[in-house]
């Protein structure tokens, strides 16, 4: 479930950057990129966890499985509401907004995952630096989509295209990292 979200939604800020940077001649290609990235990732909360499994308490593991599933919530919103923008030209302002908000919830998350995941008695050092340091790229996306989009700020577009095309190719490779760890 982890590795896929992180794939499928770096895919999805990889393709947001291109239109942030001007490479789409229109919205609604971009549209149906992010969309279609953003309902796969939707799809994803079926999945059983891969990496949240293990020696724990039952407890933490519903917690920390709870959060995940939040969070690959939250951001399969994003690139939903990315995607009916680009489809029906609605103003960008919220969507910065709603990337401030996104960029909070989601430095909560890192937060709890960088705090809680790593000791001798919980997950290994490539489960807690995997989830974190995803949720850490994450969070740092959405607050330069907040400040890009949300003070309409021109002279952030460069900035906001390169961080997403760079970020979303981080988040993907982390997610690559994070299935083929679960797979052997």
């Keep these: 479930m982890e590795g896929i979200f992180f794939i499928l939604i770096g895919a999805a800020l990889y393709s947001q950057s291109w239109y942030v940077l001007g490479l789409y001649s229109e919205g609604r290609t971009m549209a149906i990129f992010v969309g279609g990235l953003g309902l796969l990732s939707l799809a994803t909360l079926t999945f059983a966890p891969t990496l949240l499994t293990g020696e724990p308490r039952a407890s933490d593991v519903l917690t920390e499985t709870t959060l995940m599933k939040s969070l690959i919530a939250m951001w399969a919103?994003?690139?939903?509401?990315?995607?009916?923008?680009?489809?029906?030209?609605?103003?960008?302002?919220?969507?910065?907004?709603?990337?401030?908000?996104?960029?909070?919830?989601?430095?909560?998350?890192?937060?709890?995952?960088?705090?809680?995941?790593?000791?001798?008695?919980?997950?290994?050092?490539?489960?807690?630096?995997?989830?974190?340091?995803?949720?850490?790229?994450?969070?740092?996306?959405?607050?330069?989509?907040?400040?890009?989009?949300?003070?309409?700020?021109?002279?952030?577009?460069?900035?906001?295209?390169?961080?997403?095309?760079?970020?979303?190719?981080?988040?993907?490779?982390?997610?690559?990292?994070?299935?083929?760890?679960?797979?052997t």
């Design 77 to 183: 919103v994003y690139a939903v509401g990315v995607a009916s923008h680009g489809l029906w030209d609605f103003d960008e302002r919220a969507i910065g907004f709603y990337g401030g908000f996104l960029s909070l919830v989601t430095l909560v998350g890192f937060l709890y995952f960088a705090l809680n995941l790593q000791g001798p008695e919980k997950y290994s050092d490539a489960v807690w630096l995997g989830l974190s340091g995803g949720a850490l790229a994450l969070t740092v996306l959405a607050g330069v989509v907040f400040f890009y989009r949300a003070f309409a700020f021109d002279g952030l577009r460069l900035l906001a295209g390169w961080a997403l095309l760079l970020g979303g190719g981080a988040v993907a490779a982390i997610g690559l990292a994070i299935t083929s760890a679960a797979i």
